[in-house]
């Protein structure tokens, strides 16, 4: 048990009669609010928090396995070779100087003693004592009962993963080339990934430019010996597989068919209504019964709530944290929960002629991880908010307000957003965007993806400007680091933003 980490004195209330003032702690006393994950939700909440609080006696406690902030949407292009690693971790210690950092994986979730229980990044346990409590543990890989996939295949969530998947490429690239026979060389340059949404989409774009330069410099003559390319015949092949019937399904109709075309153009093999059935060592079997021979395989099928979330013993919907439109757990009037964790309703989708009590109830839902909620009151009952970064960003600043409100600093307010737009980047100039609803292909809409990135970044943005003008200017360093090993970055990973340890157990 870590010392510094005592139960926080509980406000008490002063001498008042007024409803705003009862809810606020008095001047001698410190309020603890613990914010659990720095991803999307849990940053920007943190962040509010310590700007609307700094002058009051508030604590804020930001409990994160990493000391950085993952900018998860341009982690293909990390993969890919045209940023650097760093360029996409925010230092959580310069974005949020008031909150203070503590390492470490939240492992249980006390209510009554309102303590959270975390292991720190060399396993000793601790716990943290809290005033109000903010759930933003995010989510993890989703896992399919489909054979050799959580042996064989490898996520997409976290910086080890994409520092893996980039060593990877480059390591199967270079011997396919020195392979003696055409059929290891095409086996070793077959590349798979599995889920055409956001991330399986751009992670296919970009490894498909990415690749096609290594063949490229591989097929360079090398003096009297010719290139080191020894099967001329073979060229990278890139798959890209989805149960629906296009790609980018949740997405606007118009972006889909820009991203199928690009990437059809670019030489990638769209399969859209095909998976795959089983995978080995050698290659993936497709649920039509072709046999795919490769080495690599990518999962991008989507993700689920983080598990600490179904261990804390609440209300349920599809596997995210119950909780009202203000973001607040019924009956738990000092916990919220944001982000990929909750089941936010969402306020602009009400489901139709449904009362509430007559809706679908707990763990129906659609297929993209949207079910139903309450909205204001239990009246109405409505969808739920997509498990995206753009939902996640604005609940953590509307948690942080109520979180304040709830201290009589404020007033709350209910979670209502009407999407701004989508941008993908497909790599090099080609994006697939709709700003304000707006269509946009080729070269502007790269520019306005591009321009989108820089701006919702929360730091980096120079340096990340920087590397993609290198990128124009000159070719890519392709070069493995070996610095993360296949066996440490599992599928079925609760932290995917960790690497595992040698000796540490599956999380």
């Not at 089983?278 to 072709?290: F, R």
Request: glycine share 12%; hydrophobic share 40%.
């Amino acid at each position: 048990m870590q010392a510094d980490d005592i139960r926080a004195p509980r406000p008490q209330a002063p001498r008042t009669t007024s409803t705003q003032e009862r809810s606020r702690p008095p001047r001698y006393a410190v309020t603890r609010i613990v914010v659990v994950g720095a991803g999307f939700a849990g940053h920007r909440a943190a962040r509010a928090l310590s700007r609307s609080l700094a002058r009051e006696r508030v604590e804020i406690v930001l409990l994160n396995p990493t000391d950085y902030f993952l900018y998860l949407p341009l982690l293909p292009q990390v993969a890919a070779g045209l940023l650097e690693p760093r360029r996409v971790t925010v230092s959580l210690a310069h974005t949020l100087p008031r909150a203070r950092l503590v390492l470490g994986e939240a492992t249980r979730v006390d209510l009554a003693g309102r303590r959270v229980h975390y292991t720190d990044p060399e396993g000793a346990s601790g716990e943290l004592a809290y005033d109000r409590l903010v759930l933003a543990v995010g989510s993890v890989h989703k896992l399919l009962p489909v054979p050799g996939v959580n042996e064989h295949a490898h996520g997409f969530r976290g910086l080890p993963e994409a520092l893996y998947l980039r060593d990877h490429i480059v390591r199967q690239v270079e011997m396919a080339g020195a392979a003696p026979h055409a059929d290891e060389c095409g086996t070793r340059c077959t590349f798979v990934v599995v889920g055409a949404g956001y991330t399986g989409t751009e992670v296919a774009a970009q490894g498909k430019i990415f690749t096609d330069g290594l063949h490229a410099q591989l097929s360079r003559p090398k003096g009297p010996f010719g290139p080191a390319w020894r099967s001329p015949d073979t060229r990278p092949r890139w798959l890209l597989l989805d149960l629906a019937p296009r790609v980018l399904p949740e997405l606007d109709r118009r972006l889909s068919e820009t991203a199928d075309r690009v990437l059809r153009a670019r030489g990638v093999e769209v399969r859209t209504g095909t998976s795959i059935k089983e995978a080995t060592p050698d290659g993936v079997l497709l649920d039509d019964g072709e046999f795919v021979p490769t080495r690599t395989l990518v999962w991008c099928v989507g993700v689920r709530p983080d598990p600490l979330v179904a261990d804390i013993g609440l209300p349920l919907d599809r596997g995210r944290l119950r909780v009202t439109a203000a973001l607040d757990v019924p009956g738990h009037p000092d916990v919220f929960a944001c982000g990929d964790a909750a089941a936010v309703p969402d306020l602009t989708r009400p489901l139709p002629g449904n009362a509430a009590g007559d809706g679908p109830g707990s763990g129906e839902g659609s297929q993209d991880g949207t079910g139903s909620g309450d909205g204001p009151g239990g009246g109405r009952r409505y969808e739920l908010t997509p498990m995206t970064a753009q939902h996640a960003t604005r609940q953590g600043e509307i948690a942080a307000n109520n979180v304040a409100a709830s201290l009589g600093y404020g007033t709350a307010r209910a979670y209502r957003h009407r999407d701004l737009g989508f941008a993908v980047d497909l790599g090099g100039v080609q994006a697939a965007a709709n700003p304000l609803g707006v269509p946009l292909s080729g070269p502007l809409a790269g520019a306005v993806t591009r321009g989108y990135h820089l701006a919702a970044m929360p730091g980096n943005r120079v340096r990340v400007a920087a590397d993609w003008l290198i990128d124009a200017a000159l070719p890519r360093q392709a070069v493995q680091l070996g610095l993360v090993s296949s066996w440490s970055v599992p599928l079925d990973a609760s932290s995917p933003e960790v690497a595992r340890l040698p000796g540490k157990p599956r999380s």
